[in-house]
């Protein structure tokens, strides 16, 4: 019997759960949600645990639980999720929050899991694309280009050849570029990029007394408009606007904006008054995506998602 075999719950859960946070990264990327990761890496603990004799010390204990989650975010794939829609939508996408990613980003930047949650691979925007591939496909590209495994190791795990993944990874390629935005967004919250913080800090403030006017102004003439689950995607300034004014935006009073970050953007979770509470309650979590001092996307994220984002579950003061 190997050594991990060998191991009682207790000591197994602790060597797996110093994985836990890159394996949900991974599992997050794989299927584009927050929740949907957390239920893939349960069951990637789960299979651990009952297969611990199987592992034979031929790989690291790290690539074992990357193989039993890839798997078990192939089967939740085959067993949930419908086709993107043509148009670039993404309708169970979440966000992540930055406060997480950090547990692994303060690693040495020489270790594998900081290579794993790089700005690029974890921007809304990569997470998009890779959902517009086919979990096969998606597999070999998160593992081949994210996680850094040799193409040998990918076909293994695959069940294909060297060539059927290579041939594979070519066309994940070349979807990631036909989903990918031209210019990514240039946002790292370092102390360099006071433009852009000051770009988000007017979009907050705008956006807090509904001066469309005013937002009109930041927004790049092609931005792009999400707002997972309940819409497709709206592409272009005009189209955006007119799509918030026809939902009701400029009706609403009484909000107040709190910065945070997701993805490796900036986000503001907005908050709206309501007598009832005599608080300010969550309405909203928009995600920007910035380029050359232009906001050329938002995505907006219903306040659902403020718990596990850091954000307050409610603001105290008088309405504005």
Known sequence: MSELGAMDEAGFSELAEKH???????????????????????????????????????????????????????DLLAKRRPEPATGGEVLWLSPYPDRLLDE??????????????ARETVELAYVVAVQHLAPRPRAALILRDV?????KDVADLLGDSVNSVNS?????????????????????????????RELVRRFT???????????ATMLRDDVRFAMPPVQGLTIGREAVLADWIE????????????????????????????????????????????????????????????????????????AR
Request: with cysteine; net charge negative.
């Open 20 to 74: 836990r946070r890159e394996l949900h990264v991974h599992c997050y990327r794989m299927l584009g949600s927050f929740q949907d990761a957390e239920d893939a890496v349960q069951e990637t603990f789960l299979r651990a645990w009952r297969r611990r004799e199987t592992f034979e010390g031929r790989s690291t204990l790290r690539a074992w639980l990357y193989r039993i989650a890839t798997n078990a975010c192939l």
């Open 104 to 117: 692994l980003a303060a690693d040495d930047a020489d270790e594998p899991e900081t290579a794993a949650v």
């Open 147 to 151: 996680v850094g495994w040799p193409a």
């Open 168 to 196: 594979a990874l070519q066309r994940a390629r070349a979807g990631m570029r036909e989903h990918l935005p031209a210019e990514r967004q240039e946002w790292t919250g370092g102390d360099d990029d006071a433009d852009n």
């Open 205 to 215: 403030d705008a956006s807090m007394a509904v001066d469309i006017d005013t937002i």
């Open 247 to 318: 939902g009701g935006y400029p009706e609403i009073t009484g909000l107040r904006g709190v910065p945070t970050s997701v993805n490796r953007q900036p986000a503001v979770g907005y908050y709206t008054w309501r007598e009832r509470e005599s608080a300010y309650v969550p309405l909203s979590l928009d995600v920007l995506r910035i380029s050359n001092g232009s906001i050329t996307e938002v995505t907006i994220f219903g306040p659902e998602q403020f718990p596990h984002r850091g954000l307050p579950a409610q603001l105290e003061g008088g």
